[in-house]
């Protein structure tokens, strides 16, 4: 027996459950599509600075989460722990804000993340999250779109309770007076704050309004809000996001201290949560998204505004754990003897070639055995081959639910199994 176990923090996914996830994948996609967004995939590991760079390096996912490493080139790489800064380099690297790409240029991902955090219930350290991205739009329209997504997407697995948070960081001259004034007031409680908040006071603030430390929560809770020192521009887009949510009938709450995990946020952010009972009570973030204007320019790209979200699949699982994927077998082959083994495997092979699935017994058990593996693998049709059927080239095809049996030559399913099929209806 075997020593060896997985890492903590990463799950097997089997057969059982891997169709579950084929189903999210599935779903989303149709999503995706509907909404016009087309699949990117990027390297799992990028060098290190792409995340510092874009995530922030005072944010939990780079200080403290990041599973870095130096290459055997002295180069310091990362595993991916979120999917926008990938697809950020990768749109700037492929030049995809080219004048022959239609803007907003509009992308999916779907994909393993990485982040080194205590393991919980819908979070691991290998995660699997899917995403969007749109690119080169600063429109309001576009926020509010996004965020129709996304609750569209989290209501095709069946969420109920669904809560839309939104706010704005705003724009650059927003931050700067909102930092000034944070900065200000989080002094007169410097020696209280937690240690990271601390350090988060020196290098960025703004970051202490997400700390999950109970007492820095309280300061934080009397603290200026963001709201009050909105610059005209930053207002008016805040309010035409409002303007759009109303008119698409998607009922919201603003939350001033919400600031999100990652440094590139500006403008709209956003959460869509849950009360389901799934996820255990209260209300769970099932995706966390927003703008990050400028984002493109920290990676040496053009001016590029963009707005997307997040998903982790782990979480969303737990929404699913009670479903089952009904997957029935067209048709199952059982050879009577050895010498059927080789008729079967060609028939088998054969219609397989024309689409359909097809399996057949490989541990030479009696018929009578062979049976019972096709019931339980929820066989539609079973084909009998044996000495009689291999000397007149026929083959014995039942429908299971019926019972009803019929000889054909085998040269009819060999030409066309779907034939066979509507023959019994």
């Given amino acids: ?167 704005t960081l705003g724009d650059p001259e927003t931050r700067k007076a909102y930092h000034a004034a944070l900065v200000t007031y989080l002094k007169s409680y410097a020696d209280e704050l937690s240690a990271d908040s601390k350090v988060r006071l020196e290098k960025n603030p703004l970051r202490i309004l997400d700390s999950k430390d109970k007492h820095d929560q309280e300061i934080v809770a009397s603290a200026p809000s963001i709201l009050e020192y909105l610059t005209p521009e930053a207002q008016d887009h805040f309010d035409k996001v409002q303007g759009f949510l109303k008119a698409l009938n998607i009922d919201f709450e603003i939350d001033a201290t919400m600031v999100r995990g990652l440094d590139y946020y500006n403008h709209t952010i956003f959460e869509v949560m849950s009360n389901d009972p799934a996820f255990g009570g209260g209300y769970t973030t099932v995706i966390g998204g927003g703008r990050y204007n400028g984002l493109a320019e920290e990676l040496g790209g053009p001016e590029t505004p963009g707005v997307g979200f997040g998903m982790g699949v782990e979480r969303l699982m737990m929404l699913l754990a009670d479903k089952k994927i009904e997957s029935p077998l067209p048709l199952y082959i059982v050879a009577i003897d050895e010498a059927a083994q080789l008729p079967a495997l060609s028939l088998a092979t054969s219609i397989r070639h024309q689409g359909i699935p097809v399996d057949m017994d490989f541990m030479n058990r009696k018929a009578k055995a062979q049976f019972k593996s096709a019931n339980k693998a929820n066989a539609e049709f079973v084909a009998t081959i044996g000495e009689e059927e291999i000397a007149d080239g026929t083959v014995q095809v039942k429908k299971m639910a019926t019972g009803e049996q019929k000889t054909f030559k085998q040269a009819e399913l060999l030409a066309d199994f779907g034939a066979i099929q509507s023959s019994f209806d």
Avoid: C
Wanted: charged share 25%; proline share 5%; net charge neutral.
């Fill in 1 to 167: 027996m075997s020593t060896y176990q997985r890492p903590k923090g990463t799950a097997d996914i089997l057969p059982g459950t891997s169709e579950i996830w084929q189903y999210v994948e599935q779903t989303a996609r149709g999503v995706f599509a509907r909404y016009q967004y087309h699949e990117i995939r990027t390297p799992i590991f990028e060098s290190a600075d792409v995340f510092a760079r874009t995530s922030g390096e005072t944010s939990d996912v780079v200080s403290k989460e990041m599973y870095a490493f130096e290459d055997k080139g002295g180069r310091m790489m990362a595993l991916r722990p979120e999917g926008t800064a990938g697809v950020v380099r990768a749109y700037i690297e492929n030049k995809l804000y080219g004048p022959e790409f239609a803007k907003p240029y509009k992308v999916y991902y779907f994909g393993p993340m990485f982040r080194y955090e205590r393991p919980q219930s819908g979070r691991q350290r290998q995660f699997t999250q899917f995403g969007v991205e749109a690119f080169g739009s600063d429109s309001p329209a576009l926020d509010a779109e996004t965020i129709a997504l996304a609750r569209e997407l989290v209501a095709s697995f069946g969420a109920k309770g669904l809560k839309i948070v939104i706010n």
